[in-house]
């Protein structure tokens, strides 16, 4: 009855829980990453390019990095005086990354930043690193295969509201 309680308070003040299934797992092979579809824009309504796609959520990440092809897509450049070390998981050295300012929104969850700073790579899914999530309350529930995505603080959730089990 707590837990209830406790849901519908946050509910009532405005706040969002989003929990979800890793699309398309299947719990005894699904070795993916926890994924949400997003929309990237140039963050500039004067012109309202967007575009669609996946974003996988990498805790790994200190940046989210966007598809090369997204901003070719977008006609977006990199900024000309900002550059970012980094380097992935499989490198030794970092190596300079020029910084790309996008607008970004989840489609699953109402999040939305209209000056997102990202670095780009040639991949196929967006990444979603730590500069968005450490503004978000995210848990994975691994075993079940589902994440929770709250826009309430973290030291407030507990554990599928359960006060014995609380994070703090």
Not at 33 to 55: C, F, M, Q, W, Y
Request: one cysteine or more.
């Amino acid at each position: 009855m707590k837990e209830e309680k406790t849901m519908a308070y946050y509910k009532r003040a405005g706040f969002t829980i989003k929990n979800q299934q890793y699309p398309g797992c299947d719990i005894t092979k699904c070795s993916d990453a926890p994924t949400l579809h997003v929309e990237i824009n140039r963050g500039d309504r004067s012109r309202p390019a967007k575009k669609e796609l996946s974003a996988k959520i990498d805790t790994g990440a200190f940046i989210s990095v966007v598809p090369e092809r997204v901003t070719d897509y977008l006609n977006i450049y990199p900024s000309e005086d900002e550059v970012v070390p980094v380097r992935g998981y499989d490198q030794q050295e970092p190596e300079l990354k020029p910084i790309y300012v996008v607008g970004i929104r989840f489609l699953d969850f109402p999040y939305e930043r209209k000056h997102q700073r990202v670095i780009v790579a040639s991949r196929e899914n967006m990444l979603i690193g730590r500069d968005i999530l450490n503004t978000l309350c995210v848990v994975l529930r691994g075993k079940k295969r589902q994440f929770d995505i709250h826009d309430f603080p973290c030291n407030l959730f507990c554990d599928s509201f359960n006060p014995n089990h609380c994070v703090r």
